[in-house]
Every structure is written in C-alpha cells, then in structure tokens.
C-alpha cells in the first residue's frame, strides 16, 4: 500500500468518509469534531446555525481555516446506498481515492482533513488557529449565511475548498437557488401511457463541468416529451441537487392513441448521441399501465417553463464562465391518497461574477415560471467575491506557494461559488484566498481525490499559516 495512506491528512480524511453526512443530516460529523476537540484539549463552540468553531490557542495572529460538513450524495443508477446512515466504501489505485459508485465526498472532506491536520499538528504549537466548519454549503450556503456575527476573530481566512492544487483562487461567483412549484390536477386520459428514463449521464458540478458538453437530464426528457401534441404527464423527476448536473430522470406520460411514439424516440436517442460527450448514457421507453395525468395544457404550460429557463454557459470572459443557469432538480409527489393533484418544485441554480448580471438572471427565472403560473419567490442572492492582487494574504499565497512548490501558481477566480464571500462580509476587514487539492469530478459517482496533492496542499497550508500569522 502506498506510503501517502500512512499519513495523518490521510488518516483524517479516511475516518471523515466513514461518517454518514449528506446536507441537512449532519449531526454526526458534528459531533465527531466535537469529540475531535475534545480528544486534543481545543476549545469548541457551536451557534444556533450548526456551524462549529474549533480553536488553536497561541501568541500569534489569528488565521481562520474553513471548509464545510456536507458532501453531495449522488450513485450509480441502481446503487441501494443510504447516505444517512452508511459510511463509503473506498478504493485506491496509483493513489487516487474513489467511492465505490458514490461521491467520495472529498468535497469538502479533504479541506476538513487539513483543517484537522493543522489544529494537532506540532509544527504549529503557539500559533493561533480557528478552524470553522460550517454546515449545508451544498444546498445554499446555509451556514456561512447565518454564521454568528463577530465570532470569527481572524482576519485572514484561508477557504480549504478548491480543487486544484496548481490554483490559488481569489474569488468566487455570485449564486443563488431559484424555487419554483406548480400545483396540477390529474385526471383520468383514454391515450397510450409511457415510461420513459435516462440515466447514465457524466453530471458534474454545476459550475466546474457547465461548459463541458454535458447533457442535462431533465432538459433532454422535456425536450422528448415536448415533441408530442397532446402529451399529458402522469410524473416527472430528475437531479439530486442544484447544483448538480442531472445525470438522470424519468417521467410517465400518456400521448393521443395511435401516436408512433417508439419512432420518435429512436430519433431522439441518434440526435442525443450524436449532440453530446456521454458515452455512457442509456435511454428506455416502455408502455405502462394507465395513471391519472395532469391536462395537456398543465403539461405543455410545465414544459415550456422548462425549456424556456436558461440553462448552460451564458457569458464568458478573461477568467472563463462568468454567468451561467443549471435546472438542478424536478421532484413530484401527490398531494394525498384523496387528493387528485401533484406537487412539482423545480430548482435552478444561476451563478456570475457580475452581481447586476445575476440579479437579471434571478428575475427572468422567476418571471419565466410565474408567467406559467407557478409560485416561484424571489430568493436571497449570495454575492461575488473578489480579492484585490495587492491584499496581503494574496501576495503571501503567492509567494509561500512559489517556495513551497517551485512555481508560479495559476491565480484565478472560480465559477463556483465559495463560502468567503458570505463569512468576510460578517468580518468587516477580513482577506480571504481559497486553496485546495485536486478533485476531478466532484457531484458525482466519479469523484476522486489525488492522495499525492493532499499531502502537498497540508504542507503547503502549514506554511501559509506560519507567514500570515506573523
């Protein structure tokens, strides 16, 4: 066995896996930091959002380590995992760590890892550290959103979220979930009912992989239904999260009697094959028992909304995506056994750097369902972020990083949204730089986590400590 699972950030990252910790189902991980604490004699508080503050006490400058609780749980089409109670069941190979046919969660578990590295290790002994581990990042921020005012005391505040070693990033997109839910009645059709269902597809995070031609299910599955006139839906569902890419979804729907439905599809599946990178995607139509339906004025109304709604890369510019929309979720479920009609939410996930942009964005989305008559509330926007080049800690990045590993690195400013902007803007004159290891494919069954840069990014962050702690 490699000799980098022998180590303490390893080790760290490997007992994180084996505690259970979807968004919203932290109370776990929660207590492991506690007893984590406790172990090592840190003092530990925990505010009314969930969020944990453990800290290293010293004579030095005070520097802030962040990162957050949850993971994303996305399987394989047809894995029987429950992320609320079981741990991962992890693989190695040429020291690249996976899930098998989960995510691996090392977004954010290999920030917490070094976070924990850096509270014990001896190198360190009289510096003083803050390790702040917030809860539901990947369902909206929630913790960095309500994190306690004024607790934080560190003014320089090194994010441990990134996922590409040769980066340090020195700001984020702007981002925010767009809520919508129609209200449908089902009635009973005398037309020729379907299921239909794609799985398969690559996903990804919904601003790393946006502009990688990656086919988003829900979008493909309106669009097939959308092809028929007189299409009535019985059910639709797709994605896991919103910020995911769908990489599968299914519906049952009824069509005019008579309709070559299986024609149509075949079509479908040569132009999505052709169309996108997704060697892996699988389509299936079969005929069904007949269910109540909503009207095909309900159903035509639903799909044009999402049709409609941006989704994708739509701006660029000198950093790379600066705007973009992904159609996250579509969940259905019946009202009640004696209530013929369905509740359907649907979550779009928009993102830019330009905070107007953004804004824009927010209202088309909103106007777009509402104008099909679903309630879609406008939600609370988190805004971008942007370190100035001059700030100290950038230029202490810059330099630590080109000690340490004998380059430049690549300074950038992410897509993805990041906790920093929230968390600086209750620490009036905090800086703020994001590093991290190299994760490819985060938000999906493919995630892993290069061991090699783990161990790199940990003493890269011990030293990054030292010099901002002066």
Same mark, same amino acid.
């Given at each position: 066995?490699?000799?980098?699972?022998?180590?303490?950030?390893?080790?760290?990252?490997?007992?994180?896996?084996?505690?259970?910790?979807?968004?919203?189902?932290?109370?776990?991980?929660?207590?492991?930091?506690?007893?984590?604490?406790?172990?090592? #004699?840190?003092?530990?508080?925990?505010?009314?959002?969930? &969020?944990?503050?453990?800290?290293?006490?010293?004579?030095?400058?005070? $520097?802030?380590?962040?990162?957050?609780?949850?993971? $994303?749980?996305?399987?394989?089409? #047809?894995?029987?995992?429950?992320?609320?109670?079981?741990?991962?069941?992890?693989?190695?190979?040429?020291?690249?760590?996976?899930?098998?046919?989960?995510?691996?969660?090392?977004?954010?578990?290999?920030?917490?890892?070094?976070?924990?590295?850096?509270?014990?290790?001896?190198?360190?002994?009289?510096? +003083?550290?803050?390790?702040?581990?917030?809860?539901?990042?990947?369902?909206?921020?929630?913790?960095?959103?309500?994190?306690?005012?004024?607790? /934080?005391?560190?003014?320089?505040?090194? &994010?441990?979220?990134?996922?590409?070693?040769?980066?340090? $990033?020195? #700001?984020?997109?702007?981002?925010?979930?767009?809520?919508?839910?129609?209200?449908?009645?089902? +009635?009973?059709? *005398?037309?020729?009912?379907?299921?239909?269902?794609?799985?398969?597809?690559?996903?990804?995070?919904?601003?790393?992989?946006?502009?990688?031609?990656?086919? &988003?299910?829900?979008?493909?599955?309106?669009?097939?239904?959308?092809?028929?006139?007189?299409?009535? @839906?019985?059910?639709? &569902?797709?994605?896991?999260?919103? *910020?995911?890419?769908?990489?599968?979804?299914?519906?049952?729907?009824?069509?005019?009697?008579?309709?070559?439905?299986?024609?149509?599809?075949?079509?479908? /599946?040569?132009?999505?094959?052709?169309?996108?990178?997704?060697?892996?995607?699988?389509?299936?139509?079969?005929?069904?028992?007949?269910?109540?339906?909503?009207?095909?004025?309900?159903?035509?109304?639903?799909?044009? +909304?999402?049709?409609?709604?941006?989704?994708? !890369?739509?701006?660029?510019?000198?950093?790379?995506?600066?705007?973009?929309?992904?159609?996250?979720?579509?969940?259905?479920?019946?009202?009640?056994?004696?209530?013929?009609?369905?509740? /359907?939410?649907?979550?779009?996930?928009?993102?830019?750097?330009?905070?107007?942009?953004?804004?824009?964005? /927010?209202?088309?989305?909103?106007? @777009?369902?509402?104008?099909?008559?679903?309630?879609?509330?406008?939600?609370?926007?988190?805004?971008?972020?942007?370190?100035?080049?001059?700030?100290?800690?950038?230029?202490?990045?810059?330099?630590?990083?080109?000690?340490?590993?004998?380059?430049?690195?690549?300074?950038?400013?992410?897509?993805?949204?990041?906790?920093?902007?929230? =968390?600086?803007?209750?620490?009036?004159?905090?800086?703020? $730089?994001? !590093?991290?290891?190299?994760? =490819?494919?985060?938000?999906?069954?493919?995630?892993?986590?290069?061991?090699?840069?783990?161990?790199?990014?940990?003493?890269?962050?011990?030293?990054?400590?030292?010099?901002?702690?002066?």
């Amino acid at each position: 066995m490699s000799e980098l699972t022998q180590t303490e950030e390893f080790r760290f990252f490997r007992q994180l896996t084996q505690v259970p910790r979807p968004s919203g189902h932290l109370d776990r991980i929660r207590a492991y930091i506690r007893d984590f604490a406790a172990e090592h #004699g840190l003092p530990c508080e925990e505010d009314e959002a969930g &969020n944990i503050l453990v800290r290293r006490e010293g004579t030095t400058r005070t $520097v802030v380590l962040q990162g957050h609780m949850d993971i $994303v749980p996305t399987c394989v089409p #047809g894995k029987d995992f429950d992320f609320v109670s079981q741990p991962l069941e992890l693989s190695i190979e040429d020291d690249w760590v996976t899930a098998e046919g989960t995510t691996l969660g090392a977004d954010d578990g290999a920030g917490l890892a070094l976070i924990l590295c850096a509270l014990t290790d001896p190198s360190l002994d009289g510096y +003083s550290i803050e390790g702040l581990f917030t809860v539901d990042e990947e369902i909206g921020l929630i913790g960095a959103t309500r994190l306690q005012e004024d607790w /934080v005391t560190g003014k320089m505040l090194i &994010n441990l979220d990134n996922e590409d070693v040769r980066e340090i $990033v020195i #700001g984020s997109a702007g981002t925010a979930d767009v809520e919508a839910v129609f209200d449908f009645i089902r +009635s009973v059709d *005398n037309g020729d009912s379907y299921r239909i269902e794609i799985s398969g597809l690559r996903g990804g995070h919904s601003a790393m992989e946006i502009d990688g031609n990656r086919g &988003n299910a829900i979008l493909l599955l309106a669009g097939f239904l959308k092809s028929f006139d007189g299409v009535r @839906i019985s059910s639709f &569902n797709g994605g896991t999260a919103p *910020n995911v890419i769908p990489l599968c979804a299914k519906a049952e729907f009824t069509v005019p009697a008579g309709t070559d439905v299986y024609s149509v599809f075949d079509e479908f /599946v040569a132009e999505m094959t052709e169309n996108f990178d997704e060697p892996d995607m699988t389509m299936s139509l079969t005929g069904c028992d007949a269910t109540p339906s909503w009207t095909s004025a309900e159903s035509t109304s639903f799909l044009d +909304s999402l049709l409609m709604c941006p989704n994708g !890369v739509l701006e660029r510019d000198e950093y790379g995506v600066k705007t973009s929309s992904n159609i996250g979720i579509v969940s259905c479920w019946p009202l009640g056994n004696d209530e013929p009609a369905d509740l /359907v939410r649907i979550v779009v996930k928009p993102r830019s750097s330009d905070y107007d942009r953004l804004e824009e964005l /927010v209202d088309t989305i909103c106007a @777009i369902f509402r104008g099909r008559r679903a309630e879609a509330e406008r939600p609370e926007i988190i805004p971008a972020w942007k370190e100035s080049e001059e700030n100290r800690i950038v230029k202490t990045a810059i330099s630590i990083y080109c000690d340490f590993f004998g380059r430049e690195p690549i300074v950038t400013v992410t897509h993805g949204g990041l906790e920093s902007s929230t =968390i600086k803007s209750r620490n009036p004159g905090m800086e703020a $730089v994001s !590093v991290g290891p190299t994760i =490819i494919g985060a938000h999906t069954p493919d995630e892993r986590l290069d061991l090699r840069t783990l161990t790199q990014m940990k003493g890269y962050v011990l030293e990054l400590v030292k010099a901002l702690s002066r």
